[in-house]
């Protein structure tokens, strides 16, 4: 493997300084019963605080009836789960460590209604195109849920986390707002082109950035890919991209979180060929800002096959090390490979490649 040296640079923007560009990515995990986050998960995410430059929590919901996808996902509002949150970041920066909550609400993408009385929210009532999950969400739901995330920014920044990020991707409902295949909305959170489907996200990120002041960074989340379908595309050209990532920006995000299934994979190929740039070079480059890439890093196996049941071997860093150098985006996040190994940062910073472990998808079921 080539030097590693470049993914040990500080990274510094705002009041953040971290001791190196490598991310741990937000990976669902499901195991905080009555949505509030135990020992054991301040004592997870401890463990891995020293060697990580940054931590992402698992997504936590926000105030908002039926916003998660399982009755084990922590909840970031109320006394109690707010309390764990504050025992987590206490046990991370006791080891030196800095960490986001990642903030979200799963909108129509759930599997499950642990509310009952209460209606599943998403943008046009759909999971999809033509595909009916929910109910539209009223001019009131919408500026409740504004304000929800909002409150859970304002609620990080004064328990002490150093960052905090909007979960916009997958097929959640921010997500579902940018999507014209599910947000087929004729009022001002609709419209024909993505620019126009952005302004839930734009409005959301105002009240987080209000609430947590210039300094604090705000990252957000995003991904042309759903669950619902993994060939969407929200941006089918770097111009389309610029109008859709432009917005956020202006509005107070200064971190683009860029997810792909495969960091590798050129973001328009048919522009610049097989080694193009990536989602998060593509976003850096059209918007100035900050950007972190993930997708598969170290890893034989895309992450969502995982959840299939599929295992990974641990693969080369050689590709993500070329663009690193390049400068081609700013951070890497790293998910199953820390899942499984809270050492994957020290053992890859002293080049010990032959102790990497593979991922297998057992290592979801416990918190090592």
């Known amino acids: 493997m080539a030097s590693t040296d470049t993914l040990f640079r500080p990274f510094s923007l705002g009041s953040l300084s971290l001791p190196n560009r490598i991310v741990m990515a937000p990976m669902t995990r499901t195991f905080s019963p009555e949505g509030v986050p135990g020992e054991n998960v301040a004592e997870y995410y401890a463990r891995r605080a020293g060697s990580v430059g940054l931590i992402i929590s698992e997504g936590t919901v926000i105030d908002r009836p039926n916003a998660r996808n399982d009755p084990k996902i922590p909840f970031f509002h109320g ?29 129509a993408m759930k ?29 009131a739901a919408i500026a409740d849920t504004i304000a929800a995330f909002g409150r859970a920014a304002g609620d990080a920044k004064a328990l002490g986390f150093d960052t905090v990020e909007l979960h916009g991707a997958h ?35 105002r ?16 991904s042309q890919w759903k669950q619902q379908d993994y060939a969407a595309r929200l941006a089918t050209s770097p111009a389309e991209m610029e109008a859709w990532l432009t917005p956020l920006v202006e509005a107070g995000a200064n971190v683009l979180h860029c997810s792909q299934r495969r960091f590798w994979e050129p973001e328009f190929p048919e522009i610049d060929g097989g080694n193009g740039l990536n989602f998060a070079g593509w976003a850096k480059k059209l918007t100035g800002a900050a950007t972190i890439s993930v997708g598969s890093v ?18 080369s860093l050689d590709a993500l090390l070329e663009r690193m150098e390049r400068d081609e985006f700013d951070l890497i996040a790293v998910g199953r ?13 002293d080049g010990r490649t032959d102790e990497l472990r593979p991922f297998s998808p057992a290592a979801l079921a416990e918190l090592v």
């Open 79 to 107: 006394e109690a789960p707010l309390g764990g949150w504050k025992r987590v970041i206490d046990a991370v920066h006791a080891e030196g460590g800095h960490m986001a909550p990642q903030i979200w609400h799963t909108g």
């Open 111 to 139: 599997y499950g209604n642990f509310e009952p009385g209460t209606p599943v929210e998403s943008p046009s009532g759909l999971i999809g195109p033509g595909k009916p999950r929910g109910e539209a969400m009223s001019e």
């Open 171 to 205: 097929g959640y409902l921010i997500d579902e707002f940018f999507w014209a295949g599910s947000n087929v909305r004729t009022d001002r959170w609709g419209g024909a082109t993505i620019a126009e489907r952005s302004r839930f996200a734009v409005e959301a990120i």
């Open 207 to 222: 009240a987080v950035r209000a609430a947590v002041g210039p300094e604090m960074p705000v990252i957000i989340r995003l």
């Open 298 to 315: 170290g890893l034989s196996g895309e992450f969502m096959a995982s959840f299939r049941g599929e295992s990974s071997e641990p693969a």
């Open 337 to 349: 490979a820390l899942i499984t190994d809270p050492h994957w940062v020290d053992k890859v910073r």
